[in-house]
């Protein structure tokens, strides 16, 4: 049995001004830190994080991935699980890791504060990771969108009807971009190095609030080992990996060139989306870069860019993912290993939920489902309204009630010409159905005409729903709590995409009482 060690830190949020591409501007971060502080544990340890907001603005910490068993109060999501953090107050999350390992990450839930800075990664080391034996060293790629105006300005404007998606100006790797610089000697890079012939795992985090990318690495395979927390297989390379904001995946690379150049692009590509937001423009520079390079000892210091050529070399394969990634499906070929805790249930009574999502209105206008669209409680929280009050049944718009230990199939119809990154607090799930772009949508009577993959089917908590189009993904209702599903393009969560499943609300009551955590949710929340 190993000990169980705590992870103590103190978030101070506040803004700072900083040049991460060489545009200053001002960043709403952590302890003066961009990026914000990875959290690196191992699995079991308990994380202890102290928020205290030093903003002008109400905050709150999403940990994206976990499943919260128990503690639905840390989910961090404001007029759902818990009251903003409002300026000059504290909260303390402390969260149990003993579930589950792999790679996350932890992000602002109110408004759009991650955009600004806000997120960070969260990495839980397994003990007995059975890919351990395969790599030598690990690394982590966080790419980000990035605005040079703040996104809370944008935002403002944006809730108004008729307005497009606001498109980044650029992006980061690890907090560094070049915007304006055309990969000459006066950027900087971040510098992955990795000793020669041996195999390095890379954790790949787009944490953007807007941008699917394409990542690359010149002349590299990428091992497919990890999605969003779960293993895979191991059996699928790929030069390309598209990430949608949200989504996680691990790969291993192998130092085996045995050239002269020895150092090489690690390339992340914005997708333009010219199809549905004509926002995008010239002004906007998609590319950035990172370098991977190759060392004969780990202390070396090196200082050289790659070269042009190799550069070149490689632009037809993202251009080429570009083009594919119209019609883009996530979850097709991606196997997971094969583990019990993996395995899609079955069952002969299987209830099925419809969500048509579409956007509605005009003065101002939103998305919905079902006709009705989300705003974020401000007086009480569902779970206070949920502990302290009679009902169980929340009367609040897309606020659904599901039982426990039900199998759930849930399908999502897109009615919308944009794809949206879809994201579920407190379940993995597996996504059976993933239709592509103008496939059209599924209701109860063509519902049996649509192949299931009941076999292997990918096991997550992000993935995309395509433009016209359609997903369906099974759940297993054994985590009792509040669990917001919702787009996690960032803009379009503003303005009503999310969603709310109540499951099991008796249960949550009873827990609550029982262990007497009651008093940790307040019955009210402040406003300032
Ligand atoms: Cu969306």
Known sequence: MKN???????????????????????????????PAPNIIVEQGDVINVTV?????????????????????HMDGVPGVTQCSILPNETFVYTLSTEAQSGTYWYHSHFAMQYGDGLKGILIIKDPHDPWKKFYQDEDIIQFSDWYHTPVYILLKPYLYPGELDPIPDTG???????????????????????????????????????????????????????????????????RTLILNPGQRYSILVTADKNN??????????????????NNYNTSTQPNVAAILQYVQHTDENHSDIP?????????????????????????????????EKYRVPISDNIQTLFFHSQFQGQNPGGFYFNNETFTHPTNRTLLSVLLYDNSTELSWPTV???????????IINNIDYAPHPFHIHGHHVWILAQGNTNDGYLNETILHNINYNTNNPVYRDTFIVNPFSYLVFRLQTNNPGLWMIHCHNDWHLQIGMALVLNESPQQIKDYYIKKNLINNVPYQCHTH
């Open 400 to 410: 659904t009630h599901i039982e426990s230990n039900q199998i759930i199939d849930v």
């Open 172 to 238: 980061l790797i690890n907090g560094i971009g070049q915007f304006n610089c055309s990969l000459n000697q006066s950027c900087s890079y971040y510098r992955a190095t990795i000793q020669i012939g041996t195999t390095k795992r890379f954790r790949i985090i787009n944490t953007s609030v807007y941008a699917r990318i394409t990542l690359t690495i010149d002349q590299h395979q990428m091992r497919l080992i990890e999605v969003d927390g779960m293993y895979l297989d191991g059996n699928q390379y790929t």
């Open 52 to 72: 205290i907001n030093q903003s002008f603005e109400p905050t709150s910490i999403h940990w994206h991935g976990l499943l919260q068993q128990n503690q639905l």
């Open 260 to 277: 002269s150049s020895q150092r090489y692009w690690i390339r992340a590509t914005i997708h333009p989306f010219v199809d549905y937001n």
């Open 4 to 34: 169980t060690n705590v992870y103590n830190a103190e978030f101070r949020i506040g803004w700072m001004n900083a040049s991460p591409d060489k545009y200053q501007r001002s960043i709403l971060t952590i302890n003066n830190q961009f």
């Open 307 to 339: 070269s042009m050529d190799s550069f070149s070399n490689d632009q037809s394969i993202i251009d080429q993912s570009l083009i594919n990634a119209q019609t883009f499906n996530d979850q097709s070929e991606l196997i997971p290993m094969n583990n």
